[in-house]
Every structure is written in structure tokens, then in C-alpha cells.
């Protein structure tokens, strides 16, 4: 098919007059000017359906010819909602929501979750995930990526920590917004692991990873909320245990709830 897409775009796109997905397409860069061409000339919408499995190649490509004629989405890995089934968690009620009184149904431990990852193919079709990751490094980082990348081991926190962000993101672009997330370090070197900007107002939020919470989790937190100027003093703290609660003007909260 991508010979027949290479030797005769025109042809080719002649065959699917009611529409088609075309996967990896930005492995078929030369479709690019003549959907232009039929787009323009049709004006219809949906007709085609271009994914990617490669984002900023995909975009580069169509970019140069389809500006102003496309809708982007990205599909994401699973979210805890998903996974469990149950509704997910909008902007408002992930930031100012009260801690639950019960956790939700769990698709397993936090550990397990980490391990596991988010890709619908391993859970939907119950694979091994380490042999499953294995063949997507290979036939998707090692074909794409030029520069030789040496990948240690990451720290359980560090994958905790990436976690808990991606499941934030989730929440506000399945929402239809832009996520509002930062990193925020001053010259000193007091940090805060995300910052959420509402416009109105700013949330600090902290990520740890330990099934315990102790009093130095705060620190940061605490630095950040007593700033002159600063008028938010509403703190999160995400941790890696399993109980909701407040304690000192910060919400505490587990890992299953950022979903």
C-alpha cells in the first residue's frame, strides 16, 4: 500500500472517497499536498484521519501543508479512571475536591501500577509488560531515535513522581484544556515538584512517593505559600499511601485520587 500511496498519491487517495484512516503518516509525507488539494476542494471535515505514532515528526510534516485545515488530538495512555472504570475527575474536583472517604476500586497496588504502565494494549490484553516494552522500545525508540540515548534505571520515585504528573496532564486534556503545569526551583534551591496555574490563582503541589507521609514533605510547600505576594495558601501533597486527609492548611492526598 505505500508503494501504490508513493506511485500514485492521487490514485491512491481516489479509492477512499468516503474517508480513511491513514496510520504513520508521516511516513508518507507526499500524501500531505494532494489532501490538501481534495480538503480545499471539497470542504469537508473528517475525510481523513491522519495518526502517528512519531508526534513531532507527524506535526513537521503536516505543518507545511495542512495549517488552518486540522483538528489535533492526542491520544494518551490509560488514566487511573479509565483503567477502573469509573468517571473521571475534572480540573475543579482534582484541585478543590474533599479527600475521599474511601478509596476508589484499584486496579492494584501503586507498585504494580508503576511496573505496569499506562498502554492499553497491557492491560487489554493481559500481556507480560516487560516483554511487551521490550518490543516497543525496539520497533519504536531504536527505529526512530538517531542519537544513541543511554537509559538507566530509574528510582521508583522518579517513575512515581512521572506518574502522578501524567495522571494531572490527563485530567486537564481530557477536559479539553491546555494543562497548566510547571516546575518551579528558585536560586537557592528551594523547589516545588508541580505548579498548577489557574489564572486566578496558583496551586503548588508535591509528589512523594512513600507510603508514609513525614514532616519534611511539607517543606517545600510550606517555603512556597509563605512568599511575600503570594496570595494562594492552598497546598497538595501527593503521596504514595492510601488515606486522605488535611493537615495544617495542606490537603493530603493518595496516589489513586489524581484520577
Not at 479512571?81 to 482534582?94: C, H, I, K, M
Request: charged share 25%; proline share 7%.
Amino acid at each position: 500500500m505505500r508503494e501504490f500511496a508513493t506511485r500514485d498519491p492521487k490514485g491512491f487517495l481516489g479509492n477512499y472517497a468516503g474517508g480513511v484512516i491513514l496510520d504513520e503518516a508521516q511516513r508518507a509525507p507526499h500524501l500531505f499536498s494532494y489532501i490538501q488539494t481534495l480538503v480545499d476542494l471539497e470542504g469537508k471535515a473528517g475525510r481523513f484521519i491522519l495518526t502517528g505514532s512519531q508526534q513531532f515528526l507527524l506535526l513537521s510534516k503536516v505543518s507545511q501543508t495542512l495549517a488552518g485545515r486540522i483538528a489535533l488530538l492526542q491520544l494518551h495512555p490509560l488514566s487511573l479512571s479509565e483503567l477502573r472504570g469509573t468517571r473521571p475527575l475534572g480540573p475543579d474536583r482534582l484541585l478543590h475536591g474533599p479527600a475521599p472517604s474511601s478509596a476508589p476500586p484499584s486496579p492494584g497496588s501503586v507498585d504494580r501500577i508503576l511496573f505496569r504502565g499506562m498502554y492499553p494494549r497491557v492491560h487489554g490484553k493481559k500481556m507480560d509488560a516487560r516483554e511487551w516494552y521490550g518490543s516497543y522500545l525496539r520497533t519504536y525508540v531504536e527505529r526512530d531515535v538517531r542519537d544513541v540515548l543511554r537509559i538507566g534505571d530509574p528510582l521508583r520515585g522518579n517513575i512515581f513522581e512521572t506518574f502522578v504528573l501524567s495522571e494531572i496532564y490527563k485530567v486537564f486534556a481530557h477536559a479539553g484544556e491546555d494543562p497548566p503545569l510547571f516546575f518551579w526551583r528558585d536560586q537557592t534551591g528551594h523547589e516545588v515538584d508541580l505548579i498548577i496555574d489557574l489564572g486566578r490563582t496558583v496551586v503548588p503541589v508535591e509528589i512523594k512517593s512513600a507510603k508514609t507521609v513525614a514532616t519534611d514533605f511539607f517543606r517545600g510547600l510550606r517555603y512556597w505559600m509563605s512568599l511575600p505576594g503570594n496570595s494562594s495558601k492552598d497546598g497538595i501533597l501527593v503521596y504514595g499511601g492510601e488515606k486522605g486527609y488535611d493537615r495544617e492548611g495542606i490537603r493530603v492526598r493518595p496516589w489513586h485520587t489524581c484520577s
